[in-house]
């Protein structure tokens, strides 16, 4: 909510009554909605582009800016249009300052309690292992045998070519359908593959 709506807000409850003084006749809400008109949005752009979009942070930081341009309007006059190159100093010292205390500020420790710990197990390997042991039995004898060799031994197509003596094509396109039956029998157990 912006400075003047806060502050519109209380003067409503206080009675009417703005607790801020006026400049050269000026009350703090028309200077801030002036402010706000004829600076605002250029202000509020510059700071989300320097906080890579976090639009709430350059929200707050504006309306910071804002409220230091009232603050000081009896040295700068209140004329809204004469005080842009000020505010945008004002904004890039606050983005400045907003980065220092991003880096400065300690990552707070998460309670042991709700940290949780992974444990090493084999528990999804081996049944894994076993689905798939599975799954190899749906298979034919010549499937299996160029999978293991291929997958399991870690030959070359051209070892399994020649200790089968079949061209490396052979070899590579019976891989391609062992594999694509080995897929369907995973999917009939329930796992992707």
Do not use: C
């Amino acid at each position: 909510m912006p400075v003047a709506e806060v502050r519109s807000a209380e003067a409503r409850a206080a009675g009417g009554v703005l607790a801020a003084p006026e400049h050269d006749g000026v009350d703090a809400e028309t200077f801030i909605r002036a402010v706000y008109a004829q600076h605002g949005t250029v202000l509020l752009r510059y700071a989300v582009r320097r906080l890579r979009g976090d639009w709430h942070r350059a929200e707050d930081i504006l309306q910071e800016a804002v409220v230091r341009a009232w603050s000081h309007a009896g040295a700068l006059g209140t004329a809204p249009e004469t005080m842009r190159p000020w505010l945008f100093t004002v904004v890039r010292n606050l983005l400045i300052d907003d980065h220092r205390a991003q880096v400065l500020r300690p990552v707070a420790a998460d309670a042991l309690e709700d940290t949780d710990v992974p444990v090493a197990d084999e528990v999804n390997r081996l049944l894994t292992g076993h689905v798939v042991t599975d799954a190899l039995d749906d298979l034919t004898e010549q499937q299996r045998g160029i999978l293991r060799h291929l997958y399991f031994d870690g030959s070359s197509v051209a070892q399994v070519s020649e200790l089968l003596g079949i061209p490396q094509g052979t070899v590579k396109s019976r891989a391609y359908y062992a594999i694509r039956a080995l897929r369907r029998a995973l999917a009939a157990r329930g796992v992707d593959g």
